[in-house]
Structures are given as C-alpha cells and as structure tokens.
C-alpha cells in the first residue's frame, strides 16, 4: 500500500502514470477505456498507474479531491469493461489509497507486453472495434495504421528465435544438442514422380520432338510408365 501512496503523492504525471481529478463512473466508460489502452500501449517497461482524484491548477499545484466510496463497489466493474472491450487482456486492479486525508483510487495496469492493445468491439460511435491509443505526454493520442504495423513488426521481431527452440522426447536422458537429418525437397517421390509427369505432358503436347516419324511418338503407345 505504501508503494501506491508514493505513486500517488508524485509531483508530475509522467510516462507510467497518469493522474484524473474526476471518477470515470458509469457515465465516463469511454474515456476509461481510451485510457487504459492507452496506458497499455505506452513504450515502457513495467506496471503503469492511473490516479483518480488527483489534479493540478494553472501553476502546477497538486489539488486532491476524494473519490466517492460507491467508485469502489464493483458498479462498474471496471476489471468487466476491460475484459469485454480490450485486446488482448489486460488484468487490472483498482483500489483507494488514503493521501492528506483525501481518499483516491489507483488503477493499476500491469507490465503490457503483447501490444498493440484495441478495441475488440464496438463501444459507440466515437469509439469502435479496432481503435488504438497511446499515451504521448499527458494525453492519449489515436494510432495510425502505420504506428500500429510499427508495433506488429516490434512484436514479430521481438519473438523467440528458432535457435531457441528446444525439442523433447522421453526418455532419461536429456541431450543438449540434437542433429535431425533432412531430405531435398526435389528428392522425395512426390517430386520425381511430378518430374516424370511433366515429360510424358510435354511429349504428348509436342510430339515431333520424342523422335518419332509422321507425328507419331516412336515409343510403344501400349508402354508402362512406372514411378
């Protein structure tokens, strides 16, 4: 608890967290679910953090204001909205911290690793299946196609490499290096007896040049072919 009170009592919103004055509530699903995406999809290691309650004036002063107690009771269930609209799944918890004498909710979004985060269905007219954001400074900014092909590439490149793979059979030993012997692709049967099928098309299709006279194949028209 006293880790997400340090959370809480920080000077300035930064990349993994982000502070709101206001309660999403029920009348605010949107903006909640906007800002988990977008806090999911931000470039950074770890758990990130929402604060609620928390706010600044003009002059960059931290103003608190205590979030009400029926926030906590599970109506919305804001864990329920992120399993119903984001993808992949994100597990969240949301809980009230006590900061002079104020209490707050902190959502806390685990470390996001399978990005980029979306709309797995449509939520309303301004926010439909397939929408993804990213929190850019202190706002939640839409991804494009060509940010979110970014994010598939990082993935891609990012995935277990096939000299890391490791193949088991049972038994008691354990072997550390294994040698699996491979054939040619133009070796197996399949291929030779497709080879072979392509020259007797090519011979019936151009007849003259098997050798024969008059136009007629030179070979024994009652002949077997065997692969």
């Not at 699996?180 to 040049?209: C, E, F, G, Y």
Request: glycine share 8%; proline share 5%; aromatic share 8%.
């Amino acid at each position: 608890m006293n880790r997400l009170v340090k959370i809480a009592q920080l000077a300035a919103p930064r990349a993994d967290v982000q502070y709101r004055l206001a309660a999403y509530g029920s009348r605010d699903i949107r903006c909640f679910l906007r800002d988990v995406i977008a806090m999911a999809n931000t470039a950074i290691e770890g758990p990130r953090f929402i604060v609620v309650g928390l706010d600044f004036d003009d002059k960059g002063r931290k103003q608190l204001h205590s979030v009400s107690a029926d926030d906590f009771s599970g109506k919305p269930s804001y864990q329920s909205l992120v399993m119903d609209f984001i993808e992949p799944q994100i597990r969240i918890q949301y809980g009230a911290v006590t900061v002079e004498g104020k209490r707050l909710g902190i959502f806390e979004i685990p470390h996001c690793p399978d990005k980029p985060y979306m709309m797995r269905i449509d939520h309303s007219e301004t926010l439909r299946r397939g929408d993804a954001f990213v929190r850019v400074n202190d706002s939640a900014i839409k991804l494009g196609r060509g940010q979110l092909q970014a994010m598939f590439e990082k993935k891609f490149h990012e995935s277990e490499s096939a000299k890391r793979i490791e193949v088991g059979f049972p038994g008691e030993i354990i072997h550390k290096v294994l040698k699996i012997r491979t054939t040619d692709l133009t070796a197996m049967p399949s291929a030779i007896a497709s080879a072979k099928l392509k020259q007797m098309l090519q011979v019936h299709s151009n007849p003259t040049r098997s050798g024969g006279h008059n136009g007629h194949c030179a070979a024994d028209p009652c002949a077997s072919v065997w692969f």
